[in-house]
C-alpha cells in the first residue's frame, strides 16, 4: 500500500459565474521513501491539490469528490480536529514565499518552538534544545543565538531553510513542497535543493514536490506527474519522462526550455506554446489541450475526452497522439 | 545576512561526498565547514555588538523617539496626566469647602487657577476634573475597543455569512448619530455617573473600530504565515490570537490614542450641555459650564479646562501620529 493514495479528487471553487474546476479527477499514489514531482504552468491544480491534501482548501474551494488516504487513514471526511493533529506531525508543508510565511512578530525561535510543543509532549527547555538542532541540521550558524532573532533578520533563502526546519520538527512521513524555491535567487536555489535532498534521505521522508520548474524536477523528483488545466496528462519515472515525453504538452514544455549546447531553430526566439489554457469554469468535454496541440486533427481530439492510458510499463499519458505512436499515424502535424 | 549561504558556496563535489558517507549530518561536517562556520559565528558575533539586538518593541521605541513632535506630546500628555494625579495629594485646599466671600478671586499666587462662585480653588478642581475627565476617557476607550475588537475580529475572522451579517448590522448601527445617542442614553439610565457616562460615550462609537479590526483581521488571515500555522496543525483560536490579534497591537495602540480625545471631548460637551457628573463634582466639562455663565467677567474660569481639554486632544493626536509611524513596519527604513 502506498503512503498516499489519491483517487479521482475533485476540488471546485463556487464563483459568481459558476464552478471553476480546479483539481478534476486526479488520482495518483506515492510510496514511502519516494519523490513525487508535480508540474505544470499556473493554474494547473498543482498547488490545489497540495492543499487538498492537507485539507486546507478555503472557501469558496472545497474538496467536491474524491479520496485521499494517508497511511491507510481516509483524510476527505476526517473530522478537523483530527486533521489538525496530522497537518504538522505526519504531513507537513513548505510554502512558496518565505519572505511572508513566517509571522513577522515573533522570533523564530518562538515560531519553532510552538510547532513542535503543538504535536510533541515536550517541555519548553527540550523544544528549545530540539529547535536549536533543527536549525543547525538546515545549516543555519549560530542557531542557539540565532533562536531569539525576528525573520527581519534573515535572507531569503535562510528563511526557507528556516520553514524547512520547521516543517521538520515534528519528523514528518509526508513533506509537501510547494514551489519551495520559486521565490529565491537562483543560487540559494540549489543550496536549498540540496538541502531538501539530504533532509529527505536523513529522516527517510516522503515528499510531493511541486514545481512549474523542469529543472527543479528533474533534480529532485523520482516519478513525474504532468499536470494541464486540472487533470493528471502525463506520469512517468523521472528519466522515461525526459528521455521519451509522449504527451503534447510535456514535449512543448521541455521543448520550450532555453538549452545553452543547441543551437536554436526559431533564430535565437524561445518556443513556445501558443493559446492559453481552457477556461475551467466550463471545461471543454473534448481534449483539453487540443486547441493547443499541434497534432490534434480530423479526429475526435475537439469532441471526446481521453483517457489515461498506460502506454507502456509505468508510463502513463492522457492523449490520442502520444509521441510513440505519432509515426504510425496518418493525421501527422496540421 | 550572508552567513548562510557560506555553507551551501562550498564546491559541489563536497556536498556530494559528504552525502555518500551517510550518518547524521553534524557528524559529517568537515573541517573545512568547522572552519567556515566559526568565521561565520565570528562575524555573526561582530554584527551583533555593533548593531543592538532589535526586538519590535525596542524598534518602534526607537522610531517613536526620533519624532520630536510626538516626544514633546508624550512629555505634555504625562505632565497633564501628574498634574491631575499628584495635585490633590499635595493641595491643602478643600475642594468643596464653600466661602463666599472668597468668591470668583482671580488667579493669584494663592489660587493659580482663581476659585469659582462658591469660592472653591479651581485649580485643585480642575485637578480632580482632570481625575475624572481621564478615568472617563480611559474607561470608555477601553470598552469601545473592547467591544469593537471582538465585534470586528469575530466578523473578519469567521467570515462568510456571519461577518455579512455582522456587518450589515452595523451599517444599520452607523447611523445613528454620536451624540443624541449618548444623550438618549443618559436619558434612559436618568442618572448620571461615571458608569452610565462610559456607557453613554461607548455606546455609539465602537462602530469605526469594529471595521477596523474587522479589515486588519481580513487582511491579515491572507498571510501566508496564517496559512503556514493552520498548516503545522494549529488550531483556529490559536492562529487568532497569535497570528491575527496579536499583530493588530500596533494598530489598536494607534486607535487607542485617537479615540481618547474624541471620547473626552463627548464627555466635555455632555457635561457642558448639563449632562455631566453631578456637583459637587467636576470634570473639565462641567468646569468649563460653569465659567461659561460668567465668561464675560471671570474668562478664566472657562479658559482654563478648556485649555486642559485642547491640551490632552492635541498631545493625544500628535501621540497616535508618532506611534502611527514608529509600528508601521513599513517606515522601518525611515
Same mark, same amino acid.
Given at each position: 500500500m502506498a503512503l498516499l493514495e489519491v483517487e479521482d479528487l475533485r476540488t471546485y471553487f463556487k464563483t459568481r459565474e459558476g464552478e471553476v474546476?480546479?483539481?478534476?479527477g486526479v488520482s495518483f499514489e506515492v510510496e514511502e521513501g519516494s519523490v513525487l514531482g508535480i508540474v505544470g504552468e499556473s493554474g494547473c491544480g498543482k498547488s490545489v491539490t497540495s492543499l487538498s491534501i492537507m485539507g486546507?482548501?478555503?472557501?469558496?474551494?472545497?474538496?467536491?469528490s474524491g479520496s485521499i488516504r494517508f497511511d491507510g487513514r481516509e483524510?476527505?471526511?476526517?473530522s478537523d480536529k483530527n486533521l489538525e493533529d496530522v497537518r504538522g506531525k505526519q504531513i507537513a508543508m513548505i510554502f512558496q514565499d518565505p519572505m511572508t510565511s513566517?509571522?513577522?512578530?515573533?522570533?523564530i525561535g518562538t515560531q519553532i518552538t510552538e510547532t513542535i510543543r503543538r504535536h510533541m509532549d515536550l517541555s519548553k527547555s527540550a523544544a528549545e534544545k530540539r529547535a536549536i538542532g533543527l536549525l543547525e541540521e538546515v545549516h543555519i550558524p549560530d542557531a542557539a543565538r540565532r533562536l531569539?532573532?525576528?525573520?527581519?533578520?534573515?535572507?531569503g533563502g535562510m528563511r526557507q531553510r528556516v520553514m524547512i526546519a520547521m516543517a521538520l520538527s515534528c519528523n514528518p512521513q509526508l513533506l509537501i513542497a510547494d514551489?519551495?524555491?520559486?521565490?529565491?535567487d537562483v543560487t540559494v536555489q540549489a543550496g536549498v535543493l540540496e538541502l531538501l535532498d539530504d533532509l529527505r534521505r536523513d529522516h527517510g521522508m516522503t515528499m510531493i514536490i511541486i514545481s512549474h520548474n523542469m529543472g527543479v524536477i528533474a533534480e529532485t523528483a523520482e516519478q513525474v506527474l504532468v499536470m494541464y488545466a486540472g487533470q493528471v496528462v502525463e506520469q512517468a519515472t523521472v528519466i522515461d519522462l525526459f528521455d521519451r515525453p509522449e504527451h503534447p504538452y510535456t514535449e512543448a514544455l521541455l521543448g520550450s526550455l532555453p538549452k545553452i549546447d543547441e543551437p536554436n531553430p526559431r533564430n535565437g526566439r524561445l518556443s513556445t506554446i501558443p493559446g492559453r489554457p481552457p477556461?475551467?469554469?466550463?471545461?471543454?468535454?473534448?481534449?483539453?489541450f487540443a486547441p493547443r496541440c499541434?497534432?490534434?486533427?480530423?479526429?475526435?481530439c475537439n469532441k471526446v475526452q481521453p483517457e489515461l492510458r498506460e502506454?507502456?510499463?509505468g508510463h502513463w499519458v492522457r492523449s490520442n497522439h502520444p509521441a510513440s505512436e505519432r509515426a504510425a499515424e496518418p493525421v501527422g502535424a496540421r | 545576512m550572508s552567513e548562510p549561504d557560506v555553507v551551501s558556496s562550498e564546491p559541489a563535489t563536497k556536498r556530494r561526498g559528504r552525502r555518500l558517507?551517510?550518518?547524521?549530518l553534524q557528524t559529517r561536517r568537515t573541517e573545512f565547514e568547522d572552519t567556515l562556520a566559526r568565521t561565520a559565528s565570528a562575524r555573526g558575533a561582530e554584527a551583533g555588538a555593533s548593531l543592538p539586538r532589535a526586538s519590535l518593541w525596542g524598534d518602534a521605541f526607537h522610531r517613536f523617539m526620533k519624532n520630536k513632535a510626538s516626544v514633546v506630546a508624550a512629555v505634555a500628555f504625562l505632565a497633564l496626566l501628574a498634574f491631575v494625579i499628584i495635585v490633590p495629594f499635595v493641595?491643602?485646599?478643600?475642594?468643596y469647602a464653600l466661602d463666599f466671600s472668597q468668591a470668583?478671586?482671580?488667579?493669584?499666587?494663592?489660587h493659580p487657577f482663581g476659585t469659582d462662585q462658591f469660592g472653591r480653588d479651581l485649580f485643585i478642581r480642575t485637578a480632580l476634573g482632570g481625575r475624572v475627565s481621564f478615568a472617563i476617557g480611559f474607561a470608555a476607550t477601553f470598552t469601545i475597543m473592547v467591544v469593537g475588537i471582538v465585534y470586528g475580529a469575530t466578523a473578519g475572522f469567521l467570515g462568510g455569512h456571519v461577518d455579512n451579517a455582522l456587518m450589515r448590522f452595523l451599517d444599520a448601527l452607523? @447611523? &445613528?448619530?454620536y451624540l443624541p445617542f449618548a444623550i438618549m442614553t443618559l436619558a434612559v439610565f436618568g442618572t448620571v455617573n461615571f458608569w452610565t457616562m462610559v456607557v453613554a460615550l461607548t455606546i455609539a462609537s465602537w462602530f469605526t473600530t469594529a471595521r477596523v479590526m474587522r479589515g486588519q483581521i481580513i487582511t491579515l488571515k491572507q498571510n501566508d504565515y496564517v496559512r503556514a500555522a493552520y498548516a503545522a496543525g494549529a488550531k483556529g483560536p490559536r492562529v487568532l490570537y497569535r497570528h491575527l490579534l496579536m499583530n493588530t497591537l500596533g494598530v489598536i495602540i494607534v486607535f487607542v490614542f485617537l479615540e481618547l480625545p474624541g471620547v473626552i471631548l463627548g464627555e466635555a460637551f455632555l457635561s457642558f450641555l @448639563? &449632562?455631566?457628573?453631578?456637583?459637587?463634582k467636576a470634570s473639565w466639562g462641567t468646569l468649563a459650564q460653569d465659567g461659561y455663565t460668567a465668561y464675560q467677567a471671570h474668562p478664566y474660569i472657562i479658559v482654563i479646562p478648556s485649555l486642559c481639554i485642547a491640551w490632552l486632544i492635541l498631545s493625544a493626536f500628535f501621540i497616535a501620529d508618532g506611534l502611527r509611524d514608529a509600528l508601521d513596519p513599513r517606515t522601518k527604513e525611515a
Amino acid at each position: 500500500m502506498a503512503l498516499l493514495e489519491v483517487e479521482d479528487l475533485r476540488t471546485y471553487f463556487k464563483t459568481r459565474e459558476g464552478e471553476v474546476h480546479a483539481v478534476d479527477g486526479v488520482s495518483f499514489e506515492v510510496e514511502e521513501g519516494s519523490v513525487l514531482g508535480i508540474v505544470g504552468e499556473s493554474g494547473c491544480g498543482k498547488s490545489v491539490t497540495s492543499l487538498s491534501i492537507m485539507g486546507l482548501v478555503q472557501s469558496p474551494g472545497r474538496v467536491v469528490s474524491g479520496s485521499i488516504r494517508f497511511d491507510g487513514r481516509e483524510l476527505t471526511t476526517m473530522s478537523d480536529k483530527n486533521l489538525e493533529d496530522v497537518r504538522g506531525k505526519q504531513i507537513a508543508m513548505i510554502f512558496q514565499d518565505p519572505m511572508t510565511s513566517l509571522n513577522p512578530t515573533l522570533t523564530i525561535g518562538t515560531q519553532i518552538t510552538e510547532t513542535i510543543r503543538r504535536h510533541m509532549d515536550l517541555s519548553k527547555s527540550a523544544a528549545e534544545k530540539r529547535a536549536i538542532g533543527l536549525l543547525e541540521e538546515v545549516h543555519i550558524p549560530d542557531a542557539a543565538r540565532r533562536l531569539r532573532d525576528y525573520p527581519h533578520r534573515f535572507s531569503g533563502g535562510m528563511r526557507q531553510r528556516v520553514m524547512i526546519a520547521m516543517a521538520l520538527s515534528c519528523n514528518p512521513q509526508l513533506l509537501i513542497a510547494d514551489e519551495p524555491t520559486t521565490a529565491l535567487d537562483v543560487t540559494v536555489q540549489a543550496g536549498v535543493l540540496e538541502l531538501l535532498d539530504d533532509l529527505r534521505r536523513d529522516h527517510g521522508m516522503t515528499m510531493i514536490i511541486i514545481s512549474h520548474n523542469m529543472g527543479v524536477i528533474a533534480e529532485t523528483a523520482e516519478q513525474v506527474l504532468v499536470m494541464y488545466a486540472g487533470q493528471v496528462v502525463e506520469q512517468a519515472t523521472v528519466i522515461d519522462l525526459f528521455d521519451r515525453p509522449e504527451h503534447p504538452y510535456t514535449e512543448a514544455l521541455l521543448g520550450s526550455l532555453p538549452k545553452i549546447d543547441e543551437p536554436n531553430p526559431r533564430n535565437g526566439r524561445l518556443s513556445t506554446i501558443p493559446g492559453r489554457p481552457p477556461d475551467l469554469l466550463v471545461p471543454p468535454e473534448a481534449c483539453r489541450f487540443a486547441p493547443r496541440c499541434r497534432y490534434a486533427g480530423m479526429d475526435d481530439c475537439n469532441k471526446v475526452q481521453p483517457e489515461l492510458r498506460e502506454i507502456r510499463t509505468g508510463h502513463w499519458v492522457r492523449s490520442n497522439h502520444p509521441a510513440s505512436e505519432r509515426a504510425a499515424e496518418p493525421v501527422g502535424a496540421r | 545576512m550572508s552567513e548562510p549561504d557560506v555553507v551551501s558556496s562550498e564546491p559541489a563535489t563536497k556536498r556530494r561526498g559528504r552525502r555518500l558517507k551517510g550518518g547524521p549530518l553534524q557528524t559529517r561536517r568537515t573541517e573545512f565547514e568547522d572552519t567556515l562556520a566559526r568565521t561565520a559565528s565570528a562575524r555573526g558575533a561582530e554584527a551583533g555588538a555593533s548593531l543592538p539586538r532589535a526586538s519590535l518593541w525596542g524598534d518602534a521605541f526607537h522610531r517613536f523617539m526620533k519624532n520630536k513632535a510626538s516626544v514633546v506630546a508624550a512629555v505634555a500628555f504625562l505632565a497633564l496626566l501628574a498634574f491631575v494625579i499628584i495635585v490633590p495629594f499635595v493641595s491643602s485646599e478643600d475642594p468643596y469647602a464653600l466661602d463666599f466671600s472668597q468668591a470668583y478671586l482671580s488667579p493669584s499666587w494663592d489660587h493659580p487657577f482663581g476659585t469659582d462662585q462658591f469660592g472653591r480653588d479651581l485649580f485643585i478642581r480642575t485637578a480632580l476634573g482632570g481625575r475624572v475627565s481621564f478615568a472617563i476617557g480611559f474607561a470608555a476607550t477601553f470598552t469601545i475597543m473592547v467591544v469593537g475588537i471582538v465585534y470586528g475580529a469575530t466578523a473578519g475572522f469567521l467570515g462568510g455569512h456571519v461577518d455579512n451579517a455582522l456587518m450589515r448590522f452595523l451599517d444599520a448601527l452607523y @447611523g &445613528l448619530p454620536y451624540l443624541p445617542f449618548a444623550i438618549m442614553t443618559l436619558a434612559v439610565f436618568g442618572t448620571v455617573n461615571f458608569w452610565t457616562m462610559v456607557v453613554a460615550l461607548t455606546i455609539a462609537s465602537w462602530f469605526t473600530t469594529a471595521r477596523v479590526m474587522r479589515g486588519q483581521i481580513i487582511t491579515l488571515k491572507q498571510n501566508d504565515y496564517v496559512r503556514a500555522a493552520y498548516a503545522a496543525g494549529a488550531k483556529g483560536p490559536r492562529v487568532l490570537y497569535r497570528h491575527l490579534l496579536m499583530n493588530t497591537l500596533g494598530v489598536i495602540i494607534v486607535f487607542v490614542f485617537l479615540e481618547l480625545p474624541g471620547v473626552i471631548l463627548g464627555e466635555a460637551f455632555l457635561s457642558f450641555l @448639563g &449632562l455631566g457628573i453631578n456637583p459637587p463634582k467636576a470634570s473639565w466639562g462641567t468646569l468649563a459650564q460653569d465659567g461659561y455663565t460668567a465668561y464675560q467677567a471671570h474668562p478664566y474660569i472657562i479658559v482654563i479646562p478648556s485649555l486642559c481639554i485642547a491640551w490632552l486632544i492635541l498631545s493625544a493626536f500628535f501621540i497616535a501620529d508618532g506611534l502611527r509611524d514608529a509600528l508601521d513596519p513599513r517606515t522601518k527604513e525611515a
